[in-house]
């Protein structure tokens, strides 16, 4: 145990942007995370650059809400006539470095600044931070294949890569590490390269990469699932290297006001793009811009405008006053070329990008690839063309085409039939390619940035970092529980701090590299920069031994081989399945730890339905067609025991339930008896089955398809009943059930499953309820449709009842993400789908349709029925319902009624029998979701981000809806409250007033969602294990192949 005390200057920050548009606009990005985090924070910015802001943005008052926060200014050395155009940057530079040497040593010297953070470009500030003994971190606002390309110049002009002999720009350069197939002379920063010693550009560039081993750190505006191993290139010259973007995500992420305009730019802003945006259908238009420093000559611009004229596609095109080079910008010319083309083509000289890109409209991006905007259409998941015209433009556009593969790359070809065909390609031919690599891509930058992200950890080290801070002693403890731990120093990549049973204190290199999610433990002192450690628990590799002792048989685990923590870590993956899939070999001479998976043969499936709904199913799906393609497959049939002309509906739920299982267990019995089924997969209602696989000596693995937040109140029945608690006495429906842990504030008799209970005894649903979870222990595990970012919580405590439990969900999810065609349509329905709804909600604008829908059984009274109608429409909010023909509680359903009802509102509203509902849920144009939360409804509106209203009728939809509410906070529960005035103020609560708040919560637990069935995630590996056990089942016999049936109702 160690403590170091030392003395710390308040932390004072100073950022010097490079004075141009992006530079600028990442810097301030980056302030604003600074003055989140409570520093002190000075922004140097040139009198003209401060100026534009001034009349273009709120930045001034955007950051006097900064107390520490303040902007300083000095001149840029150029008269004010003066371009400041690309064409004359050199002016700029040279000027810039006269001015800024004397004023920069100045301020750094008299204000107490702990801290410079200049442009990259800037390599003069990193030796004057460093002559007066002030921490510098570079801010690289480059693209980091770009960065890395400029810090192999030395080795390129040694091996004579550079400059250029020849004119083939087809030509590989095979000296950069890690491009060796791919940088072409036409991908260089300085394409035209020919002398390195008089070209302004390549001396920057070498200039700057020589000042990086100097500076104590180096800032990217980047994230470790994009650039992971150019980052680690990077980091062999400069170590403590911080990716923190995207910024301008990061920042949104942090923001308390998530819809604050934080908009940095040096041009006035055309608003008017957003509003004719506004008026094209999803996903139509492609966005042109080339930045603010990009130029072209008049002939370029018109080829770029035939070929997007001629393709067909509408566009939205940025055209600068200084757009075209060395020429006068004619309005007039634009104006004319608007005009020809004012269907289908809008022109700004400047736009609110951020907002442009994130619009629905837009399907793509035309842009110069610049390191923002493409960082920009990452996030907004906007494919890209690229027109690369100098610097790292030129690298960045064959990452984004070659390496991402979220886009095409034109660079060089500026030819109108070219133009055209690649915009085809972008919208039409390849969209979906595209798009599905983009999403990928957004979804990881959002993980990044995400509390216990790599970017939202770097930053949190760099803002805690010495270096930051001013001169300090690096400390070697951390605290962790309270315990004063003193740590190895320095720490290597990979290399675990401490280990002690169970766990292991690793550095956040190992953390990424094996796919552990966690989070940052605090440190009692800053310490090493860039090193982020984190506490893991890991998992032992048993072996059981049992020992008898009086009678009593107990099992003991003790290691079978001992594994260092490093060792241990490296199984982490494995963490959920049996040691006994496991090959573990002893090593011997100090080799490594061996350790194998056993990978037993394909699964045979047999599918167990009744006639009735597998008529059902064949009639109105392509199931039997798409089951074809599985040789071990098979579906197998059997009686429901009820006449063709039983409704089956939920008010005769017992019928069907007690008919079905007198015909189910004879057969079940012979079909596992005589089929050689090692494996049954029940629905949890199914108890009785439990009995029979046991009985046989067959496994039997339950699958409850009910909401996890209700099977944990059926699994507390039984305490409930010893306590009072049910049935209920007296009528007061709002008084607390305090007898479920985990729900004690939280679950109403309102929220019960049975919530008119009166006699335990002799109600038939709470019977079967304890009837199933008195199977559960019995079964070998259970199967749940939900994931642990969802329902950890009560996942714990079922897993005291059933160790054994798989939460594999959302199902549908985990199947389209394993799919190799995402597209092949999936319907289970039993009824027939009514695709009109999509073709009307295509015409219908973005997240303006409620959807409404309360499943295939729930019920409502006529009455009920017209209150929805008329709260629906008296909202003013356009709304699909599905109205099935048996929705009406004890009446005859009248078509005429509900046509009656549609003419009357049907410039708002469509009515269908049945909706293909994923791909309504997946339809831009929804904006939430009325149902009656059935569970699977419940997760395809996570999935697709939908806010609900929950208008719960019954079982497992009475506690989901509870929990819809008050627990994840994704929408709004109208139990039992079924009046007009009530149902427009939610529908309008839903659409309107807390839309965004609504929005925001369900837009993370769909993107948790998503990462738990990706590769790696928990339900991904759950599914992983579960599949591995079933396997293990059937290999109690070499000649038996696992065979799973899958029984349900």
């Given at each position: 145990?160690?403590?170091h ?30 003055c ?12 003209h ?15 006097r809400?900064?107390p ?34 004397p004023?920069?040593r100045e ?16 390599y ?73 010693a ?7 560039a ?6 990086i ?14 650039d ?8 062999s ?19 308390a ?41 008049k ?5 770029f405008?035939?070929?997007?004229v001629n ?10 006053s ?9 309005h ?12 289908r ?8 990008q ?10 793509g991006?035309l ?38 593969k ?11 039939d ?6 085809k390609d ?89 796919g ?12 090493k ?21 009086n ?20 199984c ?20 490594v730890v ?7 043969r ?10 009735h709904n597998?008529?059902l ?44 299982q ?7 019995r ?6 050689g089924?090692?494996?049954v ?76 209970l ?11 309820a ?32 059933c ?45 303006s349709?409620?959807?409404?829908s ?6 409502l ?11 629906l ?17 004890e ?6 009624f ?7 509102c ?19 144009a ?16 996570i ?7 929950c208008?719960a ?43 965004d ?6 837009d ?23 599949v591995?056990?079933?396997?293990k ?15 349900t109702?």
């Amino acid at each position: 145990m160690e403590h170091h005390n030392t003395k710390m200057c308040p932390p004072h920050v100073l950022l010097f942007p490079l004075p141009i548009q992006s530079p600028i606009n990442s810097m301030l990005q980056l302030a604003e995370l600074f003055c989140l985090a409570g520093l002190q924070v000075t922004f140097l910015n040139t009198n003209h650059n401060q100026q534009l802001l001034y009349r273009h943005t709120n930045v001034e008052s955007r950051f006097r809400q900064y107390p520490k926060f303040r902007f300083r200014t000095i001149s840029d050395g150029l008269p004010d006539d003066h371009p400041r155009s690309f064409p004359m940057f050199e002016d700029l530079i040279n000027s810039l470095q006269a001015v800024a040497e004397p004023s920069l040593r100045e301020i750094v010297t008299e204000s107490g600044v702990t801290c410079v953070i200049p442009d990259g470009l800037f390599y003069y500030a990193v030796d004057i931070c460093n002559e007066v003994g002030v921490s510098v971190i570079s801010f690289d606002t480059i693209s980091p294949c770009c960065l890395w390309v400029y810090l192999c110049f030395p080795k390129l002009i040694q091996t004579g890569d550079i400059p250029f002999k020849g004119n083939d720009l087809d030509m590989l350069i095979e000296n950069v590490p890690g491009m060796e197939d791919l940088l072409r002379r036409r991908d260089f920063p300085f394409y035209r390269l020919t002398d390195c010693a008089t070209d302004l550009y390549c001396q920057l560039a070498l200039k700057e990469i020589q000042s990086i081993p100097r500076s104590h750190g180096l800032i990217l505006n980047t994230f470790e699932d994009l650039d992971g191993p150019l980052l680690s290139n990077i980091r062999s010259h400069c170590p403590q290297t911080y990716a923190v973007g995207p910024l301008h995500l990061q920042l949104k992420t942090r923001l308390a006001d998530k819809t604050m305009s934080s908009s940095n730019s040096l041009w006035e802003e055309d608003h008017s793009s957003i509003q004719w945006l506004d008026a094209q259908p999803i996903e139509s238009v492609i966005y042109v811009s080339f930045g603010s420093l990009a130029t072209l000559t008049k002939e370029e611009m018109l080829e770029f405008w035939h070929g997007l004229v001629n393709s067909g596609i509408r566009f939205l095109w940025v055209m600068r006053s200084d757009l075209l080079r060395e020429e006068e910008f004619s309005h007039q010319l634009v104006k004319e070329l608007a005009d020809g083309c004012k269907e289908r083509a809008y022109i700004v000289s400047w736009a609110p990008q951020e907002k442009v890109l994130s619009h629905p409209a837009i399907g793509g991006f035309l842009t110069h690839s610049g390191w923002n905007s493409t960082m920009e259409s990452i996030v907004e998941r906007k494919p890209m063309i690229c027109w690369a015209v100098y610097v790292d433009q030129r690298v960045t556009s064959r990452f984004v085409s070659e390496v991402w593969k979220i886009g095409l790359d034109m660079k060089d070809i500026c030819d109108r039939d070219n133009i055209e065909k690649v915009v085809k390609d972008l919208m039409v031919t390849n969209k979906e390619k595209l798009k599905k690599s983009v999403d990928k891509l957004s979804m990881l930058a959002e993980i990044s940035v995400g509390e216990g992200g790599s970017s939202y950890n770097a930053f949190e080290y760099l803002k805690m970092g010495n270096n930051i801070g001013g001169t300090t002693k690096k400390t070697k403890v951390m605290k962790i529980n309270g315990e004063i731990l003193k740590l190895k120093t320095p720490i290597t990549t990979l290399e675990v701090v401490k280990d002690y049973p169970g766990h292991v204190l690793l550095e956040s290199e190992a953390v990424k590299k094996f796919g552990i999610r966690a989070k940052p433990l605090e440190p009692e002192q800053e310490l090493k920069p860039t090193k982020i450690y984190f506490l893991v628990e890991l998992p032992l590799f048993p072996k059981e031994e049992i020992i008898t002792s009086n009678n009593k048989v107990t099992r003991r685990v003790k290691s079978d081989v001992y594994m260092n923590a490093q060792d241990r870590l490296e199984c982490l993956m494995l963490s959920r399945r049996s040691a006994s899939d496991l090959s573990i070999s002893k090593p011997s001479n100090g080799a490594v730890v061996q350790l194998k998976m056993k990978l037993p043969r394909s699964l045979q499936v047999t599918f167990l339905n009744t006639n009735h709904n597998q008529q059902l199913l064949y009639r109105h799906t392509d199931v039997e067609s798409r089951f074809r393609q599985y040789p071990k497959f098979q579906f197998r049939t059997i009686s429901d025991g009820l006449p063709d002309d039983h409704p089956r509906s939920s008010l005769l739920f017992g019928d069907l339930i007690t008919s079905l299982q007198a015909v189910a267990e004879p057969f079940l019995r012979e079909i596992v008896t005589e089929s050689g089924v090692t494996c049954v997969i029940p629905d949890g209602l199914f108890y009785y089955a439990v009995d029979i696989c046991n009985e046989l000596g067959v496994s039997v693995i339950s699958f409850d398809t009910i909401s996890p937040c209700c099977l944990w109140v059926y699994l507390c029945f039984p305490k409930l009943i010893q306590s009072g608690d049910i049935p209920f006495k007296g009528n007061d429906l709002d008084v607390l059930i305090e007898n479920v842990p985990g729900m004690e504030d939280l679950l109403r008799r309102r929220d019960f499953p049975f919530y008119r209970l009166t006699n335990c005894a002799t109600d038939l649903y709470c019977q079967l309820a304890l009837k199933e979870i008195q199977s559960i222990p019995r079964s070998h595990g259970l199967i749940l449709n939900t994931f642990e970012d969802l329902d950890g919580p009560l996942l714990s405590n079922i897993r005291t009842h059933c160790p054994q439990t798989y939460a594999v969900g959302p199902l549908q999810l985990q199947l389209k993400t394993r799919l190799a065609d995402k597209s092949m349509s999936s319907s289970n329905s039993l009824r027939e789908e009514d695709g009109s709804s999509i073709q009307w909600l295509d015409a219908q604008p973005v997240e303006s349709v409620i959807y409404v829908s309360f499943g295939s059984l729930a019920t409502l009274t006529k009455e009920e029925m017209l209150e929805f109608w008329h709260g629906l429409v008296n909202s003013g909010i356009r709304f699909l319902w599905v109205m099935r023909s048996d929705l009406l509680r004890e009446e005859e359903f009248s078509h005429q009624f509900v046509k009656e009802l549609a003419d009357g509102c049907k410039e708002r509203a469509y009515i269908v029998s049945w909706a293909p509902q994923e791909k309504v849920l997946s339809h831009p144009a929804i904006g939430g979701f009325l149902t009656h939360s059935g569970w699977n409804s419940t997760m395809e509106s996570i999935v697709e981000r939908k806010p609900m209203i929950c208008w719960a009728v019954y079982v497992d939809q009475r506690v989901t809806s509870r929990f819809v509410g008050e627990v994840w906070k994704i929408g709004l529960d109208m139990k039992d409250i079924c009046d007009r005035y009530i149902i427009e103020k939610a529908v309008k609560d839903l659409m309107v007033t807390n839309k965004d708040k609504l929005k925001k919560s369900v837009d993370k637990l769909s993107m948790l969602a998503k990462i738990s069935v990706g590769e790696g995630g928990s339900s991904y590996n759950a599914f992983e294990s579960l599949v591995i056990d079933i396997k293990k089942l059937g290999r109690r016999d070499k000649d038996i192949n696992p065979n799973c049936i899958g029984y349900t109702g």
